[in-house]
């Protein structure tokens, strides 16, 4: 299996979407980030991240994880801590295991 194709004069790593909406990216159990995060995709963060996370198109937080900062992504779901302000732009999903130290804006919210 090649690791990476020509598609359209292009090269594109294979069964990969270039524009980054299908990525996802992983933050594991016992590794933390410090500084503000970007992503296009779904990030899932069963680690910590001491930073603000902005852009994803959704952010799934395990129940061990912490996210201490700011999150805006169309989608967020909740089943750790999040020590700041929440910006979901479609729907924001509050597992039972979470907890939101700050405000949150969402279009809909769904409280398990």
């Given amino acids: 299996m090649a690791i990476f194709g020509k598609h359209e ?6 069964g990969r979407d270039t524009n980054g909406e299908n990525t996802l990216s992983i933050i594991a ?3 933390t980030i410090t500084g503000d995060l970007e992503c296009d995709g779904v990030l899932k963060v069963e680690g910590r991240v001491d930073g603000t996370v902005r852009r994803a198109r959704q ?7 912490a996210i201490r900062g700011d999150v805006s992504a169309n989608e967020v779901v909740v089943g750790g801590l999040i020590d700041g302000n929440v ?11 979470a907890v939101v130290n700050g ?10």
């Fill in 9 to 14: 004069g292009t090269t594109r790593a294979a």
């Fill in 29 to 31: 159990a016992g590794t």
């Fill in 59 to 65: 952010v799934m937080l395990a129940q061990a994880g």
């Fill in 87 to 97: 910006s979901a732009q479609e729907r924001l999903e509050l597992q039972p295991t």
């Fill in 103 to 112: 405000d949150i804006t969402t279009k809909s919210i769904i409280v398990m």
